[in-house]
T-cell receptor
Framework: NAGVTQTPKFQVLKTGQSMTLQCAQD?????MSWYRQDPGMGLRLIHY???????DQGEVPNGYNVSRSTTEDFPLRLLSAAPSQTSVYFC??????????????FGNGTRLTVT | AQSVAQPEDQVNVAEGNPLTVKCTYS??????LFWYVQYPNRGLQFLLK??????LVKGSYGFEAEFNKSQTSFHLKKPSALVSDSALYFC????????????FGRGTSLIVHP
Protein backbone atom coordinates (compact mmCIF):
# COMPACT_ATOMS: atom_id res chain seq x y z
CA ASN A 1 0.00 0.00 0.00
CA ALA A 2 1.89 3.06 -1.27
CA GLY A 3 -0.42 5.72 0.21
CA VAL A 4 0.07 9.13 -1.42
CA THR A 5 2.82 9.33 -4.02
CA GLN A 6 4.18 12.62 -5.32
CA THR A 7 6.54 13.10 -8.22
CA PRO A 8 9.01 14.59 -8.80
CA LYS A 9 10.76 15.06 -5.44
CA PHE A 10 12.74 18.05 -6.68
CA GLN A 11 12.33 20.41 -9.62
CA VAL A 12 14.05 23.55 -10.84
CA LEU A 13 12.23 25.74 -13.34
CA LYS A 14 13.00 28.96 -15.10
CA THR A 15 10.53 31.84 -14.86
CA GLY A 16 7.76 31.38 -17.41
CA GLN A 17 8.11 27.62 -17.77
CA SER A 18 5.17 25.35 -17.08
CA MET A 19 5.10 21.98 -15.38
CA THR A 20 2.83 19.46 -13.71
CA LEU A 21 3.29 18.08 -10.22
CA GLN A 22 1.87 14.58 -10.00
CA CYS A 23 -0.08 13.13 -7.09
CA ALA A 24 -1.58 9.65 -6.88
CA GLN A 25 -3.23 7.78 -4.03
CA ASP A 26 -4.23 4.13 -3.82
CA UNK A 27 -6.62 4.33 -0.87
CA UNK A 28 -9.77 5.17 -2.84
CA UNK A 29 -10.01 8.53 -1.04
CA UNK A 30 -12.62 10.94 -2.31
CA UNK A 31 -10.95 14.08 -0.96
CA MET A 32 -7.61 15.25 -2.39
CA SER A 33 -5.86 18.56 -1.91
CA TRP A 34 -2.71 20.52 -2.64
CA TYR A 35 -0.85 22.66 -0.11
CA ARG A 36 2.23 24.78 -0.30
CA GLN A 37 4.51 25.18 2.70
CA ASP A 38 6.68 28.25 3.10
CA PRO A 39 8.80 29.25 6.12
CA GLY A 40 6.71 31.04 8.72
CA MET A 41 3.51 30.64 6.67
CA GLY A 42 2.40 27.16 7.71
CA LEU A 43 0.38 25.19 5.17
CA ARG A 44 -1.71 27.07 2.62
CA LEU A 45 -4.40 25.32 0.62
CA ILE A 46 -4.11 25.77 -3.15
CA HIS A 47 -6.89 23.61 -4.63
CA TYR A 48 -8.97 20.68 -3.49
CA UNK A 49 -11.34 18.06 -4.83
CA UNK A 50 -14.11 16.01 -3.21
CA UNK A 51 -14.37 13.53 -6.06
CA UNK A 52 -13.67 12.83 -9.71
CA UNK A 53 -14.78 15.73 -11.87
CA UNK A 54 -15.11 18.14 -8.93
CA UNK A 55 -12.47 20.71 -8.03
CA ASP A 56 -12.48 23.98 -6.14
CA GLN A 57 -10.13 26.76 -5.14
CA GLY A 58 -8.42 27.07 -1.82
CA GLU A 59 -6.69 29.99 -0.18
CA VAL A 60 -3.95 30.62 -2.79
CA PRO A 61 -5.13 29.32 -6.20
CA ASN A 62 -3.66 31.97 -8.53
CA GLY A 63 -1.12 30.59 -10.99
CA TYR A 64 -2.20 26.97 -10.49
CA ASN A 65 -4.67 24.66 -12.21
CA VAL A 66 -5.94 21.24 -11.21
CA SER A 67 -8.11 18.51 -12.68
CA ARG A 68 -9.55 15.30 -11.27
CA SER A 69 -10.38 12.86 -14.02
CA THR A 70 -9.95 9.78 -11.81
CA THR A 71 -10.30 9.06 -8.09
CA GLU A 72 -6.61 8.19 -7.86
CA ASP A 73 -4.89 11.16 -9.52
CA PHE A 74 -4.88 14.88 -8.77
CA PRO A 75 -2.18 16.72 -10.78
CA LEU A 76 -1.25 20.33 -10.07
CA ARG A 77 -0.25 22.46 -13.05
CA LEU A 78 1.87 25.57 -12.88
CA LEU A 79 0.91 27.59 -15.93
CA SER A 80 3.80 30.09 -16.05
CA ALA A 81 6.20 29.64 -13.16
CA ALA A 82 7.21 32.66 -11.09
CA PRO A 83 9.87 32.97 -8.35
CA SER A 84 7.03 33.47 -5.84
CA GLN A 85 6.03 29.86 -6.50
CA THR A 86 9.28 28.59 -5.05
CA SER A 87 8.01 26.38 -2.25
CA VAL A 88 7.48 22.85 -1.01
CA TYR A 89 4.25 21.36 -2.32
CA PHE A 90 2.29 18.65 -0.54
CA CYS A 91 -0.58 16.54 -1.77
CA UNK A 92 -2.97 15.11 0.83
CA UNK A 93 -6.02 12.87 0.72
CA UNK A 94 -8.70 11.52 3.03
CA UNK A 95 -11.97 9.61 3.05
CA UNK A 96 -15.07 11.78 2.91
CA UNK A 97 -17.40 8.85 3.54
CA UNK A 98 -15.52 8.24 6.78
CA UNK A 99 -16.78 11.53 8.09
CA UNK A 100 -15.15 14.54 9.68
CA UNK A 101 -12.79 12.38 11.74
CA UNK A 102 -10.84 10.98 8.79
CA UNK A 103 -7.25 12.22 9.00
CA UNK A 104 -5.35 13.50 5.99
CA UNK A 105 -2.66 11.31 4.42
CA PHE A 106 0.23 13.33 3.01
CA GLY A 107 2.78 12.66 0.31
CA ASN A 108 6.45 13.41 0.92
CA GLY A 109 6.39 16.63 -1.03
CA THR A 110 7.89 18.24 -4.11
CA ARG A 111 10.53 20.91 -3.56
CA LEU A 112 10.21 23.45 -6.38
CA THR A 113 12.67 26.22 -7.14
CA VAL A 114 11.87 28.86 -9.75
CA THR A 115 14.81 30.95 -10.92
CA ALA B 1 -15.06 30.61 10.10
CA GLN B 2 -12.91 28.05 11.83
CA SER B 3 -9.44 28.79 13.11
CA VAL B 4 -6.52 27.20 14.92
CA ALA B 5 -3.89 28.94 17.01
CA GLN B 6 -0.55 27.48 18.01
CA PRO B 7 0.80 30.26 20.19
CA GLU B 8 4.40 29.05 20.32
CA ASP B 9 6.61 29.00 17.25
CA GLN B 10 9.16 26.91 19.15
CA VAL B 11 9.18 24.76 22.27
CA ASN B 12 12.44 23.69 23.91
CA VAL B 13 12.58 20.83 26.38
CA ALA B 14 15.28 18.64 27.87
CA GLU B 15 15.28 14.94 27.10
CA GLY B 16 13.37 13.01 29.74
CA ASN B 17 11.23 15.99 30.74
CA PRO B 18 7.52 16.24 29.97
CA LEU B 19 6.52 18.27 26.95
CA THR B 20 3.42 20.25 25.99
CA VAL B 21 2.62 21.79 22.61
CA LYS B 22 -0.37 24.11 22.77
CA CYS B 23 -3.34 24.41 20.42
CA THR B 24 -6.59 26.35 20.69
CA TYR B 25 -9.38 26.36 18.13
CA SER B 26 -12.65 27.88 17.01
CA UNK B 27 -15.26 25.99 14.93
CA UNK B 28 -18.94 25.77 14.13
CA UNK B 29 -20.55 22.63 15.47
CA UNK B 30 -18.70 19.75 17.06
CA UNK B 31 -14.91 19.86 16.73
CA UNK B 32 -12.80 17.12 15.16
CA LEU B 33 -9.21 17.77 16.19
CA PHE B 34 -5.96 16.32 14.89
CA TRP B 35 -2.26 16.46 15.56
CA TYR B 36 0.30 15.83 12.84
CA VAL B 37 4.09 15.61 12.98
CA GLN B 38 6.53 16.58 10.23
CA TYR B 39 10.10 15.34 10.26
CA PRO B 40 12.69 17.10 8.06
CA ASN B 41 12.16 16.63 4.32
CA ARG B 42 9.03 14.54 4.88
CA GLY B 43 5.29 15.02 4.61
CA LEU B 44 3.03 15.38 7.62
CA GLN B 45 2.16 12.21 9.50
CA PHE B 46 -1.01 11.72 11.51
CA LEU B 47 -0.38 11.37 15.27
CA LEU B 48 -3.78 11.31 16.92
CA LYS B 49 -7.31 12.66 16.78
CA UNK B 50 -10.18 13.63 19.03
CA UNK B 51 -13.76 12.99 18.06
CA UNK B 52 -16.03 12.50 21.07
CA UNK B 53 -15.64 10.60 24.28
CA UNK B 54 -12.59 10.60 26.53
CA UNK B 55 -10.92 13.97 26.90
CA LEU B 56 -7.47 12.34 26.96
CA VAL B 57 -6.57 10.84 23.61
CA LYS B 58 -3.61 8.50 23.16
CA GLY B 59 -1.72 8.34 19.87
CA SER B 60 1.46 7.18 18.19
CA TYR B 61 4.98 7.28 19.69
CA GLY B 62 3.74 7.79 23.26
CA PHE B 63 2.02 11.08 22.53
CA GLU B 64 -1.33 12.03 24.02
CA ALA B 65 -3.55 15.08 23.80
CA GLU B 66 -5.95 16.65 26.25
CA PHE B 67 -9.24 18.08 24.96
CA ASN B 68 -10.76 20.89 27.00
CA LYS B 69 -14.13 22.04 25.69
CA SER B 70 -14.50 25.08 27.94
CA GLN B 71 -11.06 26.39 27.00
CA THR B 72 -11.41 25.20 23.35
CA SER B 73 -7.96 23.67 23.60
CA PHE B 74 -6.32 20.46 22.44
CA HIS B 75 -2.78 20.44 23.82
CA LEU B 76 -0.31 17.75 22.79
CA LYS B 77 1.63 16.11 25.61
CA LYS B 78 4.25 13.47 26.25
CA PRO B 79 5.41 12.42 29.72
CA SER B 80 9.08 11.97 28.78
CA ALA B 81 10.57 13.64 25.69
CA LEU B 82 13.10 11.98 23.39
CA VAL B 83 15.64 13.72 21.17
CA SER B 84 13.99 11.90 18.26
CA ASP B 85 10.72 13.76 19.02
CA SER B 86 12.33 16.92 17.64
CA ALA B 87 10.13 17.89 14.69
CA LEU B 88 7.45 20.31 13.52
CA TYR B 89 3.98 19.71 14.99
CA PHE B 90 0.71 20.86 13.46
CA CYS B 91 -2.72 21.05 15.03
CA UNK B 92 -5.76 20.89 12.70
CA UNK B 93 -9.51 21.12 13.12
CA UNK B 94 -12.75 20.45 11.28
CA UNK B 95 -16.16 21.47 12.60
CA UNK B 96 -19.22 19.51 11.57
CA UNK B 97 -21.17 22.75 11.37
CA UNK B 98 -18.93 23.93 8.56
CA UNK B 99 -16.72 22.79 5.70
CA UNK B 100 -15.00 19.42 5.41
CA UNK B 101 -11.76 21.25 4.66
CA UNK B 102 -9.48 21.16 7.71
CA UNK B 103 -7.86 24.29 9.09
CA PHE B 104 -4.23 23.97 10.18
CA GLY B 105 -2.28 25.91 12.73
CA ARG B 106 1.04 27.44 11.69
CA GLY B 107 3.04 24.72 13.37
CA THR B 108 5.29 24.52 16.44
CA SER B 109 8.90 23.46 16.22
CA LEU B 110 9.75 21.11 19.08
CA ILE B 111 13.41 20.90 20.00
CA VAL B 112 14.44 18.27 22.54
CA HIS B 113 17.91 18.83 23.95
CA PRO B 114 20.09 15.87 25.04
Amino acid sequence: NAGVTQTPKFQVLKTGQSMTLQCAQDMNHEYMSWYRQDPGMGLRLIHYSVGAGITDQGEVPNGYNVSRSTTEDFPLRLLSAAPSQTSVYFCASSRVAGGFDSPLHFGNGTRLTVT
Amino acid sequence: AQSVAQPEDQVNVAEGNPLTVKCTYSVSGNPYLFWYVQYPNRGLQFLLKYITGDNLVKGSYGFEAEFNKSQTSFHLKKPSALVSDSALYFCAVRGDGGSYIPTFGRGTSLIVHP
